[in-house]
Nanobody, 120 residues
Framework: QVQLEESGGGLVQTGDSLRLSCVASRRTFTPVAMGWFRQAPGKEREFVAS?????????YADSVRGRFTISRDSVKNTKIYLQMNNLKPEDTAVYYC????????????WGQGTQVTVSS
């Protein structure tokens, strides 16, 4: 596994923006993909967005498409961002960064999570 560390969460109001960051501990780590998931209180963890390293394809959950953007740092190969615009109370959750290593089936490395709270 690779250690992942998220940052950037916080308390904001409806309509505000936040940018989450996630960095992997290993500089030479080249994943198949990295992504973001979230878990709201009393709910299961759900997919938010992901980005594949080869080709750069991005994927979004319907609930965030058009408001959230996942991107990769242009300098640091193992750092990704989640730009969240027009936040809604239903976006309130703990957001987790995840990575899929080469040879792994699915995401096999996870961060500890960062709390995002959107007040109405």
């Amino acid at each position: 596994q690779v250690q992942l560390e998220e940052s950037g969460g916080g308390l904001v109001q409806t309509g505000d923006s936040l940018r989450l960051s996630c960095v992997a501990s290993r500089r030479t780590f080249t994943p198949v993909a990295m992504g973001w998931f979230r878990q709201a209180p009393g709910k299961e963890r759900e997919f938010v967005a992901s980005k594949r390293w080869a080709g750069g394809a991005t994927y979004y959950a319907d609930s965030v498409r058009g408001r959230f953007t996942i991107s990769r740092d242009s300098v640091k190969n193992t750092k990704i961002y989640l730009q969240m615009n027009n936040l809604k109370p239903e976006d309130t959750a703990v957001y987790y960064c995840a990575a899929q290593r080469v040879g792994a089936e699915g995401y096999d490395s996870w961060g500890q999570g960062t709390q995002v709270t959107v007040s109405s």
